[in-house]
């Protein structure tokens, strides 16, 4: 338990110093388009489904190897509700895989019949250790590149307001106060769990659900190309709502998005 609290510690911590941080620094470099700014921020931050997919996907071919295959007609034997087969003079547990437990996967080369259970690598581990290890190096060499503009940095042609705040603006302490803070917490909540649900699940979702009744259709790789698609749409709207907001305000804005 306390290890994984350890890990949601370290994971929250970790997106939280890595969010937030390129965002108000592109807001100080261009202050006359901070929707715009922010919002190629985030939706560098958010493709990350869309260039994760086809990276793992390929990793995972190269570094996986296929279980053993016995074959589709042998003699097994039934203990306990699981099935046993004598391999090179020992008795191992092998399971029966057919046409359709076949297609929900992503390799090739796999025939109908029985293989030997636990053998053969997936190669998720390797992959996720070397994403992981390419995305740690990104990221620490845009941080020594991430700079902040000089207190007396202007864009050209361009006239800010002068005043440090507006009558409208609440101060921090305060906040907590207000009802509008927690109302505006709960629709953001509800409109990110949805779209974070769906992506989350987008894959067995199409495997599961919509395998058996288009099974020519829905494949594995059409499975993955769906979370693509999700995920473009997802970073249309992030760079398109924030773009917009510098035209229309922040506030219509939202309540377009979220009630329009």
């Given at each position: 338990?306390?290890?994984y609290?350890?890990?949601?510690?370290?994971t929250v911590g970790?997106?939280?110093?890595?969010y937030?941080p390129?965002?108000q620094?592109?807001?100080?470099?261009?202050p006359?388009?901070?929707?715009l700014?922010?919002?190629?921020?985030?939706?560098?931050?958010g493709?990350?489904?869309?260039?994760?997919a086809?990276?793992?996907?390929a990793l995972?071919?190269?570094?996986?190897?296929?279980p053993?295959?016995?074959g589709?007609?042998?003699?097994t034997v039934?203990?306990s509700?699981?099935?046993?087969?004598?391999?090179?003079?020992?008795?191992?547990?092998?399971?029966?895989?057919?046409?359709a437990?076949?297609?929900?996967?992503?390799?090739?080369?796999l025939?109908?019949?029985?293989?030997v259970?636990?053998s053969?690598?997936?190669?998720?581990?390797?992959t996720?250790?070397?994403?992981?290890v390419?995305?740690?190096?990104a990221?620490m060499?845009?941080?020594?590149?991430?700079?902040?503009?000089?207190?007396?940095?202007?864009?050209?042609?361009?006239?800010?307001?002068?005043?440090?705040?507006?009558?409208n603006?609440?101060?921090?302490?305060?906040?907590?106060k207000?009802p509008?803070?927690?109302?505006?917490?709960?629709v953001?909540?509800?409109?990110?769990?949805?779209?974070?649900?769906?992506?989350?699940v987008?894959?067995?979702?199409?495997?599961?659900v919509?395998?058996?009744?288009?099974p020519?259709?829905v494949?594995?790789?059409?499975a993955?190309?769906?979370?693509?698609?999700?995920?473009?749409?997802?970073?249309?709207?992030?760079?398109?709502?924030?773009?917009?907001?510098d035209k229309?305000?922040?506030?219509p804005?939202?309540h377009?998005?979220?009630?329009?």
């Open positions: 338990k306390q290890w609290q350890r890990r949601v510690a370290i970790g997106l939280g110093l890595s937030t390129p965002i620094a592109l807001i100080e470099w261009f006359d388009k901070k929707g700014a922010s919002g190629l921020t985030i939706m560098g931050f493709s990350g489904a869309l260039l994760f086809p990276a793992a996907n995972m071919s190269k570094f996986s190897t296929l053993t295959y016995l589709s007609a042998i003699q039934t203990e509700g699981r099935l046993f087969a004598e391999v090179g003079g020992n008795m191992v547990e092998v399971v029966y895989a057919n046409a437990d076949l297609a929900k996967l992503s390799y090739t080369g025939q109908e019949g029985y293989y259970v636990g053969g690598d997936t190669g998720a581990a390797v996720l250790a070397t994403i992981g390419g995305y740690t190096l990221m060499a845009s941080a020594f590149a991430l700079k902040r503009p000089h207190p007396s940095y202007k864009v050209e042609g361009v006239k800010l307001p002068t005043t440090a705040g507006s009558v603006n609440v101060h921090t302490d305060n906040m907590f207000l509008q803070f927690y109302y505006l917490g709960a953001l909540t509800c409109v990110a769990s949805g779209g974070m649900g769906l992506i989350g987008a894959k067995p979702l199409m495997s599961e919509f395998s058996g009744v288009l020519a259709v494949t594995a790789g059409f993955s190309s769906f979370i693509l698609m999700l995920s473009c749409g997802n970073l249309g709207g992030r760079l398109g709502w924030a773009a917009l907001s229309l305000g922040r506030r804005t939202f377009l998005f979220t009630f329009g």
